[in-house]
């Protein structure tokens, strides 16, 4: 079983997905994140840092997902093994719909294309909803400062996942992420468990 954990910068999502290898330890579940689970990771940190081309930018992170299937998702699932990755295709929609826009005529249907025949699709998709001041309040805290943390990006963004997950109702499970930790937590935790006895279960 594939779970995935969407949302803009500052959503929460990184630390419900920490949380959730600790509350599903009993499951032994893999723990994985996009970007970076392989070496092409290195390559896309670069390309964040110098704000490269976005054409290239896309397609680095493709080829990060790419890796992650073939070397960690894929062999995984066919181990049995629940896998559990912080961000997914799901990112590349909804971030590179907006760092595409102008550039490419269509850029969604463009990223659907290229991922066709071979991406995996997850079972559930937690996707953590908050209103962009406190996204914002909590990156800039953080100050990483990447171009992909700003007002606008962050708004166009969360609209975009908003906009996927209306389009695929039965994957998508929006949380509110101004929530306690503790609650989302609980309500991930036991969503997995629920759907695990019985993987047609909604
Ligand atoms: P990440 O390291 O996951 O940042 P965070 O921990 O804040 O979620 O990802 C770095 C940035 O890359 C983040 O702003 C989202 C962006 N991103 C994309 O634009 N496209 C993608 O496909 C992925 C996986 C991430």
Avoid: C
């Avoid at 490419?104 to 995996?120: N, R, Y």
């Avoid at 908050?130 to 805290?141: D, H, S, Y």
């Avoid at 943390?149 to 609209?159: D, G, R, W």
């Amino acid at each position: 079983m594939l779970i995935t954990i969407e949302g803009i910068d500052g959503s929460g999502k990184s630390t419900l997905h920490e949380s959730l290898g600790k509350a599903l330890a009993d499951l032994d579940p893999v723990m994985t994140r996009e970007p970076g689970s392989t070496w092409i990771g290195e390559a896309v940190r670069r390309a964040i840092r110098e704000q490269a081309d976005p054409v290239a930018e896309a397609l680095l992170f493709i080829a990060d997902h790419a890796a992650h299937i073939s070397e960690v998702i894929r062999p995984a699932l066919s181990r049995g093994r629940i896998v559990i990755s912080d961000r997914y295709i799901d990112s590349r929609y909804a971030y590179q719909q907006v760092t595409l826009a102008g550039i490419l005529p269509d850029p969604l249907s463009w990223l659907q294309a290229v991922h066709t025949g071979w991406t995996v699709k997850p079972d559930i998709t937690f996707l953590l909803v908050v209103p962009i001041p406190v996204a914002l309040k909590r990156t800039g805290e953080r100050k990483t400062g990447e171009h992909f943390e700003q007002e606008t990006i962050l708004t166009a963004v969360q609209k975009n996942y908003l906009g996927l997950a209306e389009q695929d109702p039965p994957r998508f499970i929006i949380l509110d992420g101004t929530l306690p930790a503790e609650h989302l937590i609980r309500v991930a935790a036991e969503t997995i468990r629920y759907k695990r006895e019985d993987p047609r279960r909604r």
